[in-house]
């Protein structure tokens, strides 16, 4: 239920190498597209735990230092990073939709943009932004793949799949898939040993806080002739 991602594997392991080869112990790096919390760094059993926005991803050396000095607790003023953020802040904002897509959030029984705010200030502290709509019946891979939603991360956009808009569709259902794609603007986006990694192991683990998963769960198992 997601598709195209922050990738920039070159700097994700330029950036990761950085920071170990500074602080000596192993680092959990996630790459996020959280415009509200552009870097954090903290330490949780013994492995350093960097959120970074993708911006960061292509950071000259200079601003890779630094967060690395700042993560090995080297005193240092962040006047590179700041510089770099203000430099990047285009990046950092939603980006202009496509005139030419249409944005519809409101269903004949379900309205996305309601369902969306409720989410967002419930699970997010609103801290989300993005431009949600239903997807065209009969656009996108969603109906060949089953997707029921997906976050495009160059866009901004959250798409939903128009078959959840019906009355036999209760609202938990479509607030959760709403969920799962914000959660991927969130967390961001994790590598592997090999691949790029969206759904990591806590990814569903936040998953599983949606007020509502394990009924989540059941419907669609025992529902699934409604999903198409
Ligand atoms: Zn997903």
Redesign the pocket.
């Known amino acids: 239920?997601?598709d195209s991602g922050a990738g920039n594997a070159d700097g994700f392991d330029r950036l990761k190498r950085c920071i170990e080869k500074a602080v000596g112990i192993s680092t959990n790096l996630t790459i996020t597209d959280n415009s509200s919390s552009l870097l954090t760094i903290t330490t949780k059993d013994k492995t350093l735990v960097v959120r970074a926005h993708k911006m960061f991803l292509t950071a000259p050396f200079g601003v890779m230092k630094e967060i690395a000095n700042i993560a090995s607790n080297k005193k240092t003023k962040n006047s590179v990073i700041k510089k770099y953020i203000k430099d990047n802040a285009d990046s950092i904002k939603t980006p202009p939709i496509n005139r030419k897509r249409t944005v519809i959030t409101q269903g004949k029984f379900h309205d996305l943009r309601e369902m969306f705010d409720a989410v967002n200030s419930t699970y997010f502290g609103g801290s989300i932004s993005c431009v949600i709509t239903w997807a065209r019946r009969s656009s996108m891979g969603f109906a060949k793949r089953r997707r029921l939603?997906?976050?495009n991360s160059e866009l901004g956009i959250i798409t939903i799949n128009p078959v959840l808009d019906k009355p036999l569709i209760p609202r938990y259902i479509v607030e959760y898939i709403i969920y799962?794609?914000m959660?991927?603007i969130g967390v961001g986006v994790r590598r592997g040993k090999n691949k790029r990694s969206?759904?990591f192991r806590e990814?569903k683990e936040l998953e599983r806080q949606f007020k509502d998963y394990e009924a989540v769960v059941s419907f669609i198992k025992g529902n699934f002739d409604l999903f198409h």
């Open positions: 239920m997601y939603g997906a976050y799962h794609e959660l991927h969206v759904h990814f």
